[in-house]
């Protein structure tokens, strides 16, 4: 209904069908038609440079032609020029606010950028508008409900939608796309709806294109590769499945594959930031080394590592993924059946390209089934993430999601990853953001059966993190009240295809709604009383700032433990444990700060700086095997910081740990340090304690290259000598 011009609703009809309809838009370009139609028949032949300077013409021609420069809003949509598209229905809708074409594509970018404000626009077109509008409205919002997995809601639109449709002889192939897409969803994938759009247009790929974006949606990637591939056969000039399709071959990890699609996106569409971006990041990928682990009693792991931190890195990243493996193996009675990938990308926008196609995503890592992509530890401040919790995070993802045939709802993955990091991580400790505690406070929390809603379509900042942590809560309730085999017994049944409220009856022999009560007195009893007082919390970390401010360190100190009695474990970087810490060191008492300390890590808390202290604080007492455990927690936060590794591997030598201790020193060699002679002399020294002489001597020549006068070189390079048969 958008489009009135006879001529070119004439070959529209054409093009619906899959009949040749490109002679038909070519005369109305070589004919005297209006500036507006010839836009139109550009469009329509995806020559969108000449479609925009027509819609310019026709709008200089017409300045006052609202329903001309809302289809020009369109174009700036279909082009990806969001902020545009925008400004143009804006300036439409303060010219007429009843302008239902410009609500409605308003409504289409704010769903795109998950939005609640699009219901301001969809609401009046779902109530008494032209049919044209209401039509695409309610397919809107069937989408829309298909994504919630609101599935019934979605086919009472569809059926809505398809009475007008009808009535204007429209052609329904959208209806057909997402009823075959409900079927999907109803683990009906041969659905009748595919043969019917295919009889009405047989070249019609959103058939498949469709029902290929709830697979990925519900991470079934390699399904919706299969339905994508599918979609490009069926029309090979379908740019959008070409684009999704190369992204989803990325994370199956079929690079050669992904590329060629992807390329034939960007030749189809070159305005498509998704292809660029990920073409970007493709050819970056000779900036990064793999490293292969292969060992004959688990499945191969490949990390895929900037090669100015792959040597740092992965030591370490393979032995956490190596005990990850056998752990969540052992505790969910699976077994990998192919190689695991880990990508880690020190710039934190090609992270977000690679799992979303475009920068910007505040997530930090992403699993799409053997794939794990994450930030690397440079990516970020090493404050705001311990790298190895997110590894450890992302490979539970690998094991619910394969377990389960990549069946299981987002909620009750994240929950077992969060639960997973709290109680068997390298970091463990139960950690949550106070912006939890204050959704808590004001009941937020979802049903459970609805769990998944918090982070599809969010309606509230910081929803998502807010479902993280209530998923979590719950996997932890389910542990403690019914027992960790509970957990693998509910990823099994969601294998065999059961919902959540199915899944929660068959497994805990509950209704959903009764599980809903019970984890609610589960959260009353185990948070309720701090909950209370979350009002004296924030009076205490404001008199704490305050106070710090004006070295009251003894008030510092009493306050401080004041909200640690509050809450204990509460390990984020605004802890009163390290104002605490800070209290009594100022005051001189270095027991009761490295006791502070000692709380805050034990409980989790990994604050690079405090770490270190913490560690030193433990070799002046002679703790030496604590020091060198939060030297070890130190590296998953930071593994590029040398002082750190020289620190640990000397240690580790004087525990006659030597292989441990060759590790550090090979790490930190690999940093380049300043000091090369120190760096080609610890090594050698470990490897000596090794018994590895040759290689002892080898390192010690190369210490002495770099610093011949370097005294503990020349000794061990003569006790080296004497120890050599002749």
Known sequence: GAVSDPTVLACDQEQWRGRAAAPCYAAIINSDSAAAAKAEAHWALKDLKQANEWFRRALEESPDDLDTLVRWGDLFTESHQDAEAVQIYREVLEQDASSEFAMLGAARLLVHQFEDDANRFLQPLLHGAQDGPKTAALLLVARIALESGNIDEARDMLDSAEVLILANDWPPLEVYALRAAADLLDNRPQSEWTQKALKFNPHFGEIYATPAHFYVITRRYREAIDLYQKAVDTDPGLATAHEALGANLLRDNQMSRARRHLEKAHDLDPFSPVAVNSLRLLDSFVNFRLVDDRRDDSVPITLRLHKDEAAAIAPYAIQLARDGIAAFAR?????????????????????????????????????????????????????????????????????????????????????????????????????????????????????????????????????????????????????????????????????????????????????????????????????????????????????????????????????????????????????????????????????????????YWRRGGYEPQALRQLSEMFIAENKREDAIDVLKSAILVDPFDLEVHNTLGNMLLAADRADEALREFEVALALEPHDMATAWYNLAQAEHALGNHASAQNNVLKALDAAPGFRPAQKLLLELASNTPE
């Open 331 to 599: 505790r969910y009675d699976f077994t990998l059946r192919e190689p695991v990938v880990i990508e880690m990308y020190p710039d934190h926008e090609d992270f977000a390209v690679r799992t979303a196609g475009m920068p910007g995503l505040g997530i930090l890592g992403a699993a799409f089934g053997y794939v794990v992509a994450m930030d690397s530890p440079s990516g970020r401040p090493p404050e705001q993430f311990q790298w190895g919790t997110v590894l450890w995070h992302e490979l539970a993802h690998v094991f619910t999601l394969e377990a389960t045939d990549h069946l299981v709802p987002r909620w009750f993955s994240e929950g077992v990853s969060v639960f997973e990091e709290w109680r068997s991580g390298p970091n463990p400790g139960v950690r949550i953001p106070m912006s939890v505690y204050e959704a808590m406070q004001k009941d937020r929390f979802l049903p459970v059966a609805e769990l998944d809603e918090g982070f599809i379509r969010p309606t509230y900042d910081g929803q998502v993190i807010v479902s993280y942590m209530q998923a979590g809560l719950v996997c932890d309730f389910i542990d403690r009240s019914f027992g960790t085999n509970r957990l693998t017994a509910m990823l099994n049944a969601y294998g065999d295809g059961l919902d959540t409220p199915a899944a929660v009856e068959a497994v805990l022999g509950m209704t959903a709604e009764e599980f809903d009560r019970r984890f609610a007195r589960f959260i009353a009893e185990e948070h309720g009383p701090f909950l209370e007082q979350l009002d004296d919390w924030r009076d205490g970390q404001q008199n704490i700032a305050k106070r710090a401010s004006s070295e009251d360190w003894k008030v510092v100190a009493d306050l401080a433990a004041q909200l640690i009695d509050m809450l204990p474990d509460y390990v984020e970087v605004d802890s009163p444990y390290l104002s605490l810490a800070r209290a009594h060191q100022a005051r001189g008492d270095t027991t009761a700060a490295r006791s502070a300390l000692e709380n």
